[in-house]
């Protein structure tokens, strides 16, 4: 029987990387997301190129009754769900905390963390009830380091952080394993969500910068969930060569010589 593997916020970026990765080693794959044409287009797309069964589920994380309802259907069409990719997860806007923006902070709350605690919530029991699973929780290199003006997405981030200890400890006893990858840049629509439709502000952001690609993180995820079974990676923080940490890149190295 196939295995199964649930990632939230699939419909571009980290998530859309790692479904086709998972497709193409023979998983059944269960996308979410808010945009119903573009799950749509990639359930077709990967069902024809590698023949695996892709379940599509509509839903925002940011709302509990929706990620229920959804969770429900899929249950009746999965026996076991053997790894949740906790995916969904964005930044808006960049402010200093004097100056921020309230609703981009209720968004990045409630996407980050509440998202990803309501759908953990539903399918931690599928896991703890098949005495086994995998987490993997995306979290970010601002989970490591505060940058000035990321604030609040920082907090969100670092909250992850934490939220993935609790569950590591919580779910010992039940042989789940939790993992939190942590990405740097990424050239992926995350700037351009973060400042709202701005394309150039986003491609600025990455001038100079050899930056990650989505399907580096898409191999990392394979690598750590498919480890031996008595391997577990708990954090694992990886960024481009042109990068060291949430602050420092190339960009500020070369000022830094100055």
Known sequence: MARTILITGATAGFGRAMASKFAKEGYTICITGRREDRLEDIKAELENQYGVKVIALVFDVRDRAQVTAAIDRLKEQVERVDILVNNAGLAAGLAPIDEGDVDDWEVMIDTNIKGLLYVTRQIAPMM???????????????????????????????????????????????????????????????????????????????????????????????????????????????????????????????????
């Not at 993997?136 to 380091?145: E, F, K, Q, R, V």
């Not at 990392?220 to 990886?238: E, G, K």
Request: proline share 3%; with cysteine.
């Open 128 to 258: 703890r009830k098949q005495a086994g699973g995998h987490i993997i929780n995306i979290g970010s290199t601002a989970a490591n380091l505060v940058y000035k003006n990321g604030n609040v997405y920082c907090a969100t981030k670092f909250a992850v952080d934490a939220l993935s200890q609790a569950m590591r400890i919580d779910l010992l006893p039940y042989g789940i394993k939790v993992t939190t990858i942590n990405p740097g840049m990424a050239e992926t629509e995350f700037s351009l969500v973060r400042f709202k439709g701005d394309a150039e502000r986003a491609r600025n952001t990455y001038a100079e910068i050899n930056a990650l690609q989505a399907e580096d993180i898409a191999d990392i995820t394979w690598y750590c969930a498919t480890l031996p079974p008595h391997v577990c990676i708990n954090d694992l923080t990886v960024t481009c060569l042109t990068q060291a940490n949430s602050y420092y890149s190339i960009k500020e190295a070369d000022r830094i010589k100055e």
